[in-house]
Nanobody, 120 residues
Framework: QVQLVESGGGLVQAGGSLRLSCAAS????????MGWFRQAPEKEREFVAAINWSRNTAYADSVKGRFTISRDNAKNTVYLQMNSLKPEDTAVYYCAARQGVLSTSNYNYWGQGTQVTVSS
């Protein structure tokens, strides 16, 4: 079993930055693929970024060049650095984990989410 806890969300002005963290417990994540997803009000949850055990990454087109996903296997933690934030980035951000290859879907474990609000 894997437990994921996100932190680092908050309120920021457009153009600002935030770094989200996802701390895992229960199992070492070194061989898991990790992802970040987000869900805005009245919208479906969408893929944001993912990273696998060898640090290959994937990003949604909407965040490419602005967001960076990284991982620290020694700390069992995954990060999402978000720069040049826009009001449309406002959402609840979720961390997720899956065993296997890098993927934009089909994650087995989810955190509780952290709110990110970007004001214009």
């Amino acid at each position: 079993q894997v437990q994921l806890v996100e932190s680092g969300g908050g309120l920021v002005q457009a153009g600002g930055s935030l770094r989200l963290s996802c701390a895992a417990s229960g199992r070492l994540l070194s061989t898991f693929a990790m992802g970040w997803f987000r869900q805005a009000p009245e919208k479906e949850r969408e893929f944001v970024a993912a990273i696998n055990w060898s640090r290959n990454t994937a990003y949604a087109d909407s965040v490419k060049g602005r967001f960076t996903i990284s991982r620290d296997n020694a700390k069992n933690t995954v990060y999402l650095q978000m720069n040049s934030l826009k009001p449309e980035d406002t959402a609840v951000y979720y961390c997720a984990a899956r065993q296997g290859v890098l993927s934009t879907s089909n994650y087995n474990y989810w955190g509780q989410g952290t709110q990110v609000t970007v004001s214009s």
